[in-house]
């Protein structure tokens, strides 16, 4: 970390120290008055949303949390992002303070200082783990104080069965347009997949004949300030989070891409290894036509995808991407019939979760990583992944099933 960053981690740390400790005055002298938190959608009790004013975020905020758990948050990485803010990641431990029940729960902290005090926290956690360690009875109440459901997803339908996870965008009333909690419920279901050892394949779509517009125009604008940039710079940052996650899954991710798939939406694309697309997919960025730059990846991805000359074009223009092109350019993996295009992408994600998933993860951190590796680099790591892989159970029974001349069995051991 640069000198700036230190800085910034040891009035960060401070905090965590007064909260642990419930020091309101050193607190208090850590904010700034206009200290915004944004805290994860579902904690009851209203803690959940915004808190804008330092007073708001210790009374509705820190301090209602500390009325229902004796948690301390226990930061365990520290990263300098480019824009000049901080983001923590760490576990929540402690226990519910009428039930006794243990509360263990990974978070993520975003912070904003300016200069040596803290102007802003998006903070997203698993609000069910908070909710398991309630006295029985008090979570229905919570969740109604809180305006949300405090153990369920809204606008994500998150499904896990036979070793497959499902990640559905269920905003059909809007064609699944994303606004703050699309991104943050993205990011829950995307870190509750990857705490799961049972999910062996993912598959992501949306509900409806899409799978995303893209942003939700109508949020944007909805705010009770005119600061666009803020708007999109809290909602985008769990949903690159989400991304980054989804990145870094053992299990391989397919993806069915029908209708409208616009703006930062293309994401969810990016995210698979597999792309289903219905024929009636449209890839379109979207960004230039409302005068914004991109976001979802794109700019990353697009390039790699389809190469460099059609990915500024894509961009600059605003040129609608077919299906038809996406198969031939490298940006689906195959078309089928718009009805099937569902049945298609939970067949492959089937096929995927009885194949061989710890060799599908190296192959996934292969691919990933073989951008920013020379080629002997990557020739290393291939005989390392290789290695590891041919410890394991599913290798030898593989190998000892062709040599039998039978079909292999998976159990991803």
């Given at each position: ?182 991104a943050d419920e993205l990011l829950l279901a995307a870190l509750r997949v990857a705490g799961d050892s049972t999910v062996r394949a993912v598959l992501v779509c949306g509900a409806g004949p899409d799978l995303t517009v893209g942003g939700d125009i109508s949020y944007f604008t909805g705010q009770d300030h005119d600061d666009l940039g803020l708007t999109l710079r809290q909602m985008v940052t769990p949903f690159h989070l989400a991304f980054e996650t989804l990145a870094g899954l053992d299990a391989p991710i397919v993806a069915v891409a029908q209708g409208s798939v616009a703006g930062g939406g293309i994401g969810l694309a990016y995210a698979a290894d597999v792309v289903v697309a219905a024929e009636d ?133």
């Open positions: 970390m640069s000198g700036a960053a230190d800085t910034q981690r040891a009035v960060v740390e401070g905090l965590y120290d007064a909260l642990a400790t419930g020091d309101r005055d050193r607190i208090v002298a850590t904010l700034t008055e206009d200290f915004t938190g944004r805290l994860t959608p579902g904690l009851p009790f209203g803690i959940g949303g915004e808190h804008r004013g330092a007073e708001a975020m210790i009374r509705d905020g820190w301090f209602a949390i500390g009325a229902h758990w004796r948690v301390r948050a226990v930061p365990e990485r520290f990263t300098a992002l480019a824009d000049g803010r901080l983001q923590v990641e760490g576990t929540y431990r402690g226990k519910g303070r009428a039930s006794g029940v243990p509360v263990e729960a990974w978070f993520i902290h975003v912070w904003e200082l300016r200069g040596d005090r803290v102007s802003g926290l998006t903070q997203l956690t698993d609000s069910a783990a908070f909710v398991a360690a309630l006295p029985d009875g008090t979570a229905g109440t919570a969740g109604t104080a809180g305006g949300a459901p405090a153990d369920d997803l809204e606008t994500i339908n998150l499904t896990i069965a036979d070793g497959i996870a499902t990640i559905e965008v269920a905003r059909p009333e809007v064609r699944n347009a994303i606004d703050q909690r699309v997919a449209r890839f379109v960025t979207a960004f230039s036509a409302i005068g914004l730059s991109g976001d979802g990846g794109g700019t990353w991805h697009l390039p790699r995808r389809i190469g460099p000359a059609r990915a500024a074009w894509a961009y600059l223009t605003n040129t609608p991407i077919t299906a038809a092109q996406g198969l031939e350019w490298g940006l689906v993996t195959e078309v089928v019939p718009t009805a099937d295009a569902r049945a298609r992408g939970e067949e492959i994600a089937r096929q995927l979760a009885n194949g061989p998933t710890r060799a599908f993860a190296q192959m996934r951190a292969l691919l990933r990583q073989s951008w920013d590796r020379s080629l002997p680099e990557q020739l290393h790591a291939e005989i390392e992944a290789l290695a590891a892989t041919a410890r394991t159970q599913d290798a030898r029974g593989a190998v000892a099933a062709f040599l039998e001349r039978r079909r292999p069995t998976f159990e991803g051991a």
